[in-house]
């Protein structure tokens, strides 16, 4: 079915997520937060040493918990035991990624405070 669109619906799309991507990581940028930058994905990997958890999967609830904001370990997608990234989804509503990027608590506070 999608090698049926014409290459305007593809083209829109692209564009679509580049422009969340940029928002998004504008945003994790803002907050000062050391990610990557995709290459044709729509995650982020967000390296979490800073906070000092021993795993990605403790970070991710703490994150749940305190911030409200939902991740992945990317210990879920790699063989190597990389306790120090966790995968964020950029694939939402504009609202939803401004929300998570300001929820009043602040990502960097909340998580650096434990």
Same mark, same amino acid.
């Given at each position: 079915?999608?090698?049926?669109?014409?290459?305007?619906?593809?083209?829109?799309?692209?564009?679509?997520?580049?422009?969340?991507?940029?928002? *998004?990581? /504008?945003? &994790?940028?803002?907050?000062?937060?050391?990610?990557? !930058? #995709?290459?044709?994905?729509?995650?982020?990997?967000?390296?979490?040493?800073?906070?000092?958890?021993?795993?990605?999967?403790? *970070?991710? /609830?703490? &994150?749940?918990?305190?911030?409200?904001?939902?991740? !992945? #370990?990317?210990?879920?997608?790699?063989?190597?035991?990389?306790?120090?990234?966790?995968?964020?989804?950029?694939?939402?509503?504009?609202?939803?990624?401004?929300?998570?990027?300001?929820?009043?608590?602040?990502?960097?506070?909340?998580?650096?405070?434990?």
């Amino acid at each position: 079915m999608g090698l049926r669109f014409k290459d305007d619906y593809y083209r829109d799309l692209r564009k679509k997520y580049a422009e969340k991507r940029d928002l *998004f990581l /504008k945003g &994790l940028d803002d907050i000062g937060l050391r990610r990557t !930058v #995709p290459q044709g994905a729509y995650y982020v990997l967000l390296d979490i040493s800073e906070f000092g958890y021993a795993s990605g999967l403790e *970070f991710c /609830k703490a &994150l749940a918990q305190k911030v409200g904001v939902g991740a !992945v #370990p990317s210990s879920s997608f790699f063989r190597e035991p990389l306790n120090n990234l966790v995968r964020l989804h950029f694939a939402k509503k504009n609202e939803t990624l401004y929300e998570a990027l300001n929820r009043p608590e602040g990502i960097r506070t909340v998580m650096l405070g434990r």
